[in-house]
């Protein structure tokens, strides 16, 4: 699997950053380690997942990749490998 988090900062980062950088780590999910809460995934367009991959994923990620056609070959979804 092909996926990226969101790169995470550090409790050392958060205390040094301005309010502003703060509420911009937060909005691109770079505090979510930090917080506790799940760290998003971003797919790139040659991502293929497995079934196993999905059970561990939010459905917010799910739909994610099925719209980068992460998930294009579960469904069966040939031109996701031979670009037919």
């Given at each position: 699997m092909?996926?990226?988090q969101a790169p995470?900062r550090?409790?050392?980062?958060?205390k040094?950053?301005?309010?502003?950088?703060?509420?911009?780590?937060?909005?691109a999910g770079?505090?979510?380690?930090?917080?506790?809460?799940?760290?998003?995934?971003?797919?790139?367009p040659?991502?293929q997942l497995?079934?196993?991959?999905?059970?561990?994923?939010t459905?917010?990620?799910?739909?994610?990749?099925v719209?980068?056609?992460?998930v294009?070959?579960?469904?069966?979804?040939?031109?996701?490998?031979d670009?037919v």
């Amino acid at each position: 699997m092909t996926t990226q988090q969101a790169p995470q900062r550090d409790e050392a980062w958060a205390k040094a950053a301005s309010p502003q950088e703060v509420a911009r780590a937060h909005a691109a999910g770079e505090l979510a380690e930090l917080l506790g809460a799940h760290v998003p995934r971003s797919f790139s367009p040659d991502t293929q997942l497995s079934d196993n991959d999905l059970r561990g994923m939010t459905p917010g990620e799910i739909a994610k990749a099925v719209e980068a056609g992460a998930v294009d070959e579960l469904l069966g979804r040939n031109n996701a490998v031979d670009g037919v």
